[in-house]
């Protein structure tokens, strides 16, 4: 599996940016999809995430301003963020669980996202 990640870049406080990740190899084995961040000098903390049939789950912090939703058809994750604070600053990295267990686990590049007051 191969994930690929767009949509970053540098905003305002209070601005929106929608992040997206194309899947791409074995697709049909992914089964959870997700979004982490990581910022300078932090450990990397799940973000959003999203199993195949569509329940979702967030973290505490971003729960009311991002929105995670997934297309199967077109094999796309995304991640829409909006009302952004400084502290959203991140490189956010598209995660993917496959196989038939979910024991298998892929990540993007990430896409870095910087919010300025």
């Known amino acids: 599996v191969q994930l690929v990640e767009s949509g970053g870049g540098l905003v305002q406080a209070g601005g929106s940016l929608r992040l997206s990740c194309v899947a791409s190899?074995?697709?049909?084995?992914?089964?959870?999809m997700g979004w982490d961040r990581q910022a300078p000098g932090k450990e990397r903390e799940p973000v959003a995430s999203?199993?195949?049939?569509?329940?979702?789950d967030y973290v505490d912090s971003v729960k009311g301003r991002f929105t995670i939703s997934r297309d199967n058809v077109n094999n796309t994750l995304y991640l829409e963020m909006n009302r952004l604070k400084p502290e959203d600053t991140a490189r956010y990295y598209c995660?993917?669980?496959?196989?038939?267990?979910?024991?298998?686990?892929?990540w993007g590049q990430g896409t870095q996202v910087t919010v300025f007051s």
């Open positions: 995660v993917a669980t496959a196989g038939l267990t979910g024991q298998n686990e892929y």
């Open positions: 190899g074995s697709i049909f084995s992914i089964r959870d």
């Open positions: 999203i199993t195949r049939g569509g329940d979702t």
